[in-house]
């Protein structure tokens, strides 16, 4: 089992930055990816970003050149540095560890939620 938990976001006016972080606790020692996906109202949840042994990072189109995946292995955060956030950035935020056992038992953090003004 993994637990996560979300620290960070909020209300900010565009162009403005946020910072989102994940700590994981539990079996640690079996997270070889963590990532961050959103929820705007009335959408399905998307991927924002993710970071993979063996693959890297990846971020989504919306979202590239704006905002930073990073990793602190020693402390076991992940954080997600949001710059230049625009209105349709506004959604829950959710830190992801995949599980081996299939996407259906993906450990999922509580949600935090991003607001961005106009």
């Known amino acids: 089992q993994v637990q996560l938990v979300e620290s960070g976001g909020g209300l900010v006016q565009a162009e403005g930055s946020l910072r989102l972080s994940c700590a994981a606790s539990?079996?640690?020692?079996?997270?070889?990816?963590m990532g961050w996906y959103r929820q705007a109202p009335g959408k399905q949840r998307e991927l924002v970003a993710t970071?993979?042994?063996?693959?890297?990072?990846i971020y989504a189109d919306s979202v590239k050149g704006r905002f930073t995946i990073s990793r602190d292995c020693a402390k076991n955060l992940v954080i997600l540095q949001m710059n230049s956030l625009k209105p349709e950035d506004t959604a829950v935020y959710y830190c992801?560890?995949?599980?081996?056992?299939?996407?259906?038992?993906?450990?999922w953090g509580q949600g935090a939620q991003v607001t961005v003004s106009s």
């Open positions: 992801n560890v995949p599980s081996p056992d299939g996407p259906e038992y993906d450990y």
């Open positions: 539990g079996s640690i020692f079996s997270i070889n990816a």
């Open positions: 970071m993979a042994s063996g693959i890297g990072t």
